[in-house]
């Protein structure tokens, strides 16, 4: 059963940061991508930030390029977001979404929420 386990979310003042976690039970390299999503009200659900797990590569929103950093770590089988310079507009539900076998997954998310 694949299972992905987001932590890290909370209030944090404008411009100050947060790091997301994304944990999965298996090995990380049971998946092709992982990636973070992010829905805030009322809107849909967007890619923020993907990395190919074998490769590293690694692909971004304009909206948080040189502001968002994504790694994986393999030891830990864990998908970080490190989330720099944070502005309400990045308020919103996080998600981890991963893909094996073209089957996509999905966390429960965690809530960031920035303030003004």
């Known amino acids: 059963q694949v299972q992905l386990v987001e932590s890290g979310g909370g209030l944090v003042q404008a411009g100050g940061s947060l790091r997301l976690s994304c944990a999965t039970a298996?090995?990380?390299?049971?998946?092709?991508?992982m990636g973070w999503y992010r829905q805030a009200p009322e809107k849909q659900r967007e890619l923020v930030a993907l990395?190919?797990?074998?490769?590293?590569?690694?692909n971004y929103a304009d909206s948080v390029k040189g502001r968002f950093t994504i790694s994986r770590d393999y030891a830990m089988n864990t998908v970080y977001l490190e989330m720099n310079s944070l502005k309400p507009d990045d308020t919103g539900v996080y998600y981890c979404?991963?893909?094996?076998?073209?089957?996509?997954?999905w966390g429960r998310g965690t809530q960031v929420t920035v303030s003004s």
């Open positions: 979404k991963g893909t094996v076998r073209d089957t996509i997954y």
């Open positions: 990395i190919i797990i074998r490769g590293g590569t690694t």
């Open positions: 298996t090995s990380i390299f049971t998946f092709e991508d």
